[in-house]
C-alpha cells in the first residue's frame, strides 16, 4: 500500500508535516479514512475534508498525496481489488479436483470479505454508481483470466463439466450464484440482522457456518448424481 500512495506524491517532495517532521502512519491513515468514507458515501458523496478530518491531518496533506478525489478513490480501490486477487488466486491453482477448488473459493471470497467489510461496501456502491472503475479492472481481469479468481472458477466449472464430475450447466450463471451467495450476507447485513437475530451475537460462528452450508449446497446441485450424499 506504500507504494500506492507513493506513486501519488509530487516528484520531489518528502512525507512531513507543515513543521518539517516526518509524522509516522500518515499513509496508513490516510487510506484507513478514505476507505471508510468512500464505502459509507461512495464516490460521489465523499468529500476530501471529510477523509482528512477522518485521517486526523489537514487538507492541504491529504492532497500533497493525492491531487484529487478521483485519484484517491481509484487507489483504494486498486489496493483493495489487488488484495483479493492476491489473496486467493495462488490456493486455486494449487487445487486439483472440482471439489476442492469450489470449497477453496468459497471459502476464501468469504474469508475475505469477512475482513474487509468496508471494501464489499465500497464494490456494492461502486457497481450501483454504474462502476466505471470496477469496469475497467474487469475488463483488464478477463485479458489473463487465469490471474482473476471468478475466471479461474469459472474455467473450472466448465472443466468439471466436460469431465463428468458436474452435471451439464451455465458456468457464467453458476459462477454468477456462488458469488451472490458469498457477498450477500455482507452487503445486506441489516436485513441479515432481521432473520439471523444470532448474528449480533457471534458473527464469527454465522460466517464460519455461512461458509459451510453455502458449499454443501453448491455441491448438492452440482454433481451429477442425484443421491445428495455429504461431500
Do not use: W
Not at 15 to 33: M, Y
Amino acid at each position: 500500500m506504500h507504494g500506492v500512495m507513493e506513486a501519488h506524491a509530487p516528484a520531489g517532495s518528502s512525507s512531513r508535516d507543515a513543521d518539517g517532521t516526518t509524522e509516522p502512519g500518515t499513509e496508513q491513515r490516510i487510506f484507513d479514512a478514505a476507505l471508510h468514507v468512500f464505502s459509507n458515501k461512495g464516490q460521489d458523496g465523499a468529500r476530501m475534508q471529510e477523509i482528512a478530518d477522518h485521517a486526523k491531518i489537514n487538507r492541504a496533506l491529504l492532497h500533497y498525496y493525492f491531487r484529487s478525489k478521483a485519484q484517491l478513490y481509484e487507489a483504494v480501490f486498486a489496493h483493495g481489488f489487488e488484495q483479493f486477487v492476491s489473496g486467493l488466486t495462488p490456493s486455486l491453482r494449487e487445487e486439483r479436483g472440482f471439489e476442492e477448488t469450489l470449497g477453496t473459493f468459497v471459502r476464501g471470497y468469504i474469508d475475505y470479505l469477512h475482513g474487509h467489510q468496508e471494501m464489499a461496501r465500497l464494490m456494492l456502491n461502486e457497481c450501483l454508481c454504474g462502476g466505471p472503475v470496477l469496469t475497467s479492472y474487469l475488463e483488464r481481469a478477463k485479458e489473463n483470466p487465469e490471474g482473476f479468481p471468478a475466471l479461474v472458477m469459472e474455467d473450472r466449472i466448465r472443466a468439471a463439466v466436460a469431465a463428468g464430475e458436474v452435471r451439464p450447466i451455465d458456468s457464467e450463471q453458476t459462477m454468477l450464484t456462488i458469488v451472490s451467495a458469498c457477498i450477500f450476507p455482507f452487503v445486506a447485513l441489516p436485513t441479515v440482522r432481521i432473520f439471523h437475530p444470532e448474528v449480533e451475537d457471534d458473527f464469527d460462528a454465522f460466517v464460519e457456518e455461512r461458509k459451510r452450508h453455502v458449499v454443501d449446497l453448491l455441491l448438492r446441485g452440482l454433481r451429477p448424481d442425484d443421491t445428495g450424499a455429504a461431500p
